[in-house]
C-alpha cells in the first residue's frame, strides 16, 4: 500500500476519535447507572475494548491500546472497582489524540 493512502487512513482513524470517545463516555454512564446486567455491560464494554485496542494499536495510538488491553485483563478478572476510572482514562487518551 502506498504511503498516501497509508497516511489517508490513519488521518480518517484520528477523525473518528473524537466520535470513540463519546462511545467510551456512553459505556461509562450505563457503568455508572448500572443500566445493564453485570454481566451484559461486561460484554459490551469487552467488545468496545477488543475492537478498540486493536484499532489503536495498528494505527499507532499505542497508550490507547495498551490502557484498553489493561483494562480487559481487569474485566477477565472480574474486577469491577477501577472500571469507571480506567473508562474515564481511556476516553480521555482519545481526547487527547483527537
Known sequence: M?????NELRLRY??????KAENVSKLLV?????ALE???LQVQVHEYLHKLA?????YGYQDI???????????????FTALSERL????????QHA
Open 38 to 40: 453485570k454481566e451484559d
Open 54 to 58: 486493536g484499532s489503536s494499536g495498528m
Open 2 to 6: 502506498n504511503s498516501d493512502r497509508i
Open 88 to 95: 474515564v482514562q481511556i476516553r480521555n487518551l482519545l481526547q
Open 65 to 79: 491500546a495498551d490502557l484498553c488491553r489493561k483494562t480487559l485483563t481487569e474485566l477477565e478478572t472480574n474486577e
Open 14 to 19: 484520528q477523525r473518528s476519535l473524537a466520535e
Open 30 to 34: 450505563q457503568v455508572r447507572e448500572q
